[in-house]
């Protein structure tokens, strides 16, 4: 879950439907065509799924079609960021675009998420197909860095983003539960958690790494299809595993979350790819890296529901708010003097103010 802004339309859907559906007939020239809107996500951005019919009225070819009206700069950062992914993961091929007008045609990997794979799973299905998504983030990781900067200029996860996002905690979901946040605890446990993230090893970082941005191929099953990757940084390389196995959607018991960390640092041994020297290091870096992700996704749910009338987010925060009280208690035990000296007392502050007036505001619909 990444921090998008809002949007300011200025065509009307019907207008912005018809300029749409004119581009695609110069695109598909002399080919019969049905066009459904699919399901937005948290951005601005809306999706189609364009249907290619032969003369018999048989369906020969799907794609996927993304308008991003007002998001031009971010439509060509996922063009940008696509293109250097392309040669190690499966991220969709680009069919058309058109820039200007903010019209890009995908290739469609089908309908089933990584997290309709994972219903009525058995539990040696479910750990394959964590497996699979592990290796896949390793190839991602693969990467160079380097290139990353130089011939795609993906940004740093720096200090100021780092600390933009982790704002959206004080700024969002603070007021929203009616309460004031402790400056002082909240700054020294900003700084405690960016001094150790800045620390870890750095990749190439998804942002956005979870059962819904992943897919089942249509085309090739036993590869997964890689999407959403638009706001991908230069980072920590640990921030996508903990997107991954402590997804907002899908809740695993935490020994089970352990185990899949503990494999991963050995396939990145395997892999001879830069990492920490220990199983049990990696798990500290996963759980510092999981509080400012999970203090990030609790305000982006406020907010896509109080600011852009989004309100089926609100019923995945107690999942998310159980993740940040077991990292942040995990690093008041076993975190470093530093992290213990500032996880400490802001779970105290948040178990004393924050989870009394929390469950209050969520008891009766979430809970």
């Given at each position: ?14 207008t912005?439907?018809q ?55 971010a ?5 940008n ?13 680009f ?11 995908l ?24 497996q ?5 983030l ?14 795609h ?12 996002e ?33 620390t870890?090893p ?45 997804d ?19 396939l ?6 830069q ?56 690093l ?36």
């Amino acid at each position: 879950m990444t921090d998008k802004t809002p949007s300011t339309t200025h065509l009307t859907a019907n207008t912005r439907k018809q300029q749409l559906e004119k581009w695609l007939q110069q695109i598909f020239v002399n080919q019969d065509f049905t066009l459904d809107s699919l399901p937005g996500d948290a951005s601005a951005r809306q999706y189609h799924r364009i249907q290619l019919s032969n003369s018999n009225n048989d369906s020969i070819e799907r794609y996927i079609v993304m308008d991003s009206a007002d998001e031009q700069e971010a439509l060509q950062q996922f063009i940008n960021v696509g293109k250097l992914m392309s040669p190690a993961i499966n991220v969709p091929d680009f069919i058309a675009q058109d820039l200007e007008q903010g019209f890009l045609v995908l290739q469609d990997f089908g309908t089933i998420e990584f997290a309709h794979l994972l219903i009525d799973a058995t539990p040696t299905q479910v750990n394959n197909y964590y497996q699979l998504a592990m290796h896949t983030l390793l190839a991602l990781q693969k990467l160079p860095v380097a290139t990353a900067k130089t011939q795609h200029q993906l940004p740093d996860y720096d200090t100021a983003l780092l600390t933009r996002e982790m704002d959206l905690f004080s700024d969002w979901f603070i007021p929203y539960i009616g309460v004031n946040i402790d400056k002082i605890l909240w700054e020294n446990l900003k700084e405690a958690l960016i001094a150790e993230i800045l620390t870890q090893p750095q990749v190439i970082v998804h942002r956005d790494y979870h059962s819904r941005n992943l897919m089942q191929d249509q085309a090739a099953h036993s590869r997964l299809g890689v999407i959403d990757f638009q706001d991908a940084v230069i980072g920590a390389y640990s921030y996508d595993l903990v997107s991954l196995v402590r997804d907002a959607y899908v809740e695993w018991p935490e020994r089970q979350v352990t185990h899949w960390i503990y494999d991963f640092w050995q396939l990145q041994q395997q892999s001879e790819l830069q990492t920490v020297s220990s199983a049990a290091q990696l798990e500290n870096d996963v759980n510092v890296m999981g509080v400012q992700r999970h203090l990030k996704v609790l305000g982006i749910f406020v907010r896509l529901y109080e600011r852009d009338g989004k309100s089926r987010y609100l019923a995945d925060i107690p999942k998310v708010m159980r993740d940040l009280m077991f990292e942040l208690e995990w690093l008041a035990a076993h975190g470093s003097d530093n992290m213990q000296q500032a996880a400490l007392p802001f779970n105290v502050w948040i178990q004393d103010r924050i989870l009394p007036a929390y469950q209050l505001k969520f008891a009766q619909q979430y809970i």
